[in-house]
């Protein structure tokens, strides 16, 4: 598991690798040096980051062999899956709105 530092305030906090993030983001709000809006705006922002993440990895991994449409359904479930079934974090971490996406999953 990679744990990411968090800089809330101009002070980093770095979990432990048995502390979730969530946990770590409570603690911090706990004590007052965090907001529950900058919490969740760092939640979400790593679910972008992850979803952004299995797309250039679905994309980079041994696409000679695979036509675009198996690709694409591919990096679709793949997004989905690392935005935590959120479809609007996995819709912009795709590049596509939210709609095209909907349309994507239908034809798949």
Same mark, same amino acid.
């Given at each position: 598991m990679i744990v990411e530092p968090i800089t809330v305030e101009e002070e980093t906090v770095v979990p432990s690798?048995?502390? =979730? &993030?969530? #946990?770590?983001? @409570? $603690?911090q709000i706990l004590a007052g040096r965090l907001s529950v809006e900058d919490a969740r705006l760092i939640v979400k922002r790593r679910e972008y980051y992850r979803a952004q #993440? $299995? %797309?250039?990895?679905?994309?980079?991994? /041994? @696409? =000679?062999a695979r036509t675009l449409r198996e690709i694409t359904d591919a990096a679709i479930r793949r #997004?989905? =899956?690392? #935005?935590? /079934?959120?479809?609007s974090v996995a819709a912009r971490a &795709?590049?596509?709105?939210? @709609? @095209? %996406?909907?349309?994507?999953?239908?034809r798949g």
């Amino acid at each position: 598991m990679i744990v990411e530092p968090i800089t809330v305030e101009e002070e980093t906090v770095v979990p432990s690798p048995n502390a =979730s &993030l969530l #946990a770590c983001l @409570t $603690a911090q709000i706990l004590a007052g040096r965090l907001s529950v809006e900058d919490a969740r705006l760092i939640v979400k922002r790593r679910e972008y980051y992850r979803a952004q #993440a $299995a %797309l250039r990895e679905a994309l980079d991994g /041994g @696409t =000679s062999a695979r036509t675009l449409r198996e690709i694409t359904d591919a990096a679709i479930r793949r #997004a989905i =899956s690392e #935005a935590g /079934g959120n479809l609007s974090v996995a819709a912009r971490a &795709l590049g596509v709105g939210k @709609t @095209t %996406l909907y349309r994507r999953m239908r034809r798949g």
